[in-house]
């Protein structure tokens, strides 16, 4: 498979997901592209920022009462355990299954993105005004930033 590539199909017009869908793009295509050696650190941040990134998303379903977030979430901890299994498989040398998960990893999140997200981002969008400061708040910050518990 080809490394993962951003482009404006992914785009949902809502800044701070478009922001972070980016990043995890880039850091996907450097996991699917890394030589072997570099492939458990690779694959440790894409891990880093796919704790943060689906942490925040959750933060926002929870905090607006997003109606699908139920099985948005469980996604997203499904996912987490899958890489968080790849991790400890590229730690181990098992390097091969790891670039299978990275390309299905990469299959799955342009299917999430313009699915699942996308309905997030309409949802986000709509919101009354009063909840800005929640957005402009999570949104302002770093995808590297501790996620509070």
């Given at each position: 498979?080809?490394?993962?590539?951003?482009?404006?199909?992914?785009?949902?017009?809502?800044?701070?997901?478009?922001?972070?869908?980016?990043?995890?793009?880039?850091?996907?295509?450097?996991?699917?592209?890394?030589?072997?050696?570099?492939?458990?650190?690779?694959?440790?941040?894409?891990?880093?920022?796919?704790?943060?990134?689906?942490?925040?998303?959750?933060d926002w379903m929870r905090q607006t009462?997003?109606?699908?977030?139920?099985?948005?979430?469980?996604?997203?901890?499904?996912?987490?355990?899958?890489?968080?299994?790849?991790?400890?498989?590229?730690?181990?040398?098992?390097?091969?299954?790891?670039?299978?998960?990275?390309?299905?990893?990469?299959?799955?999140?342009?299917?999430?993105?313009?699915?699942?997200?996308?309905?997030?981002?309409?949802?986000?969008?709509?919101?009354?005004?009063?909840?800005?400061?929640?957005?402009?708040?999570?949104?302002?910050?770093?995808?590297?930033?501790?996620?509070?518990?």
């Amino acid at each position: 498979m080809h490394p993962i590539e951003w482009t404006d199909a992914l785009r949902l017009g809502y800044q701070p997901m478009d922001q972070v869908h980016h990043e995890l793009v880039d850091l996907l295509a450097l996991a699917q592209t890394a030589p072997d050696e570099a492939l458990p650190q690779a694959w440790s941040a894409v891990l880093e920022h796919t704790v943060q990134h689906f942490g925040r998303e959750d933060d926002w379903m929870r905090q607006t009462r997003f109606t699908p977030a139920d099985g948005h979430m469980l996604q997203h901890r499904m996912v987490l355990n899958l890489i968080r299994e790849g991790l400890a498989m590229a730690r181990s040398k098992q390097l091969h299954p790891v670039r299978e998960m990275a390309d299905e990893l990469a299959a799955w999140l342009l299917k999430h993105i313009q699915q699942h997200d996308a309905a997030l981002a309409l949802h986000l969008q709509r919101e009354p005004s009063d909840m800005a400061p929640l957005r402009a708040s999570r949104a302002g910050r770093p995808v590297g930033a501790a996620h509070p518990r």
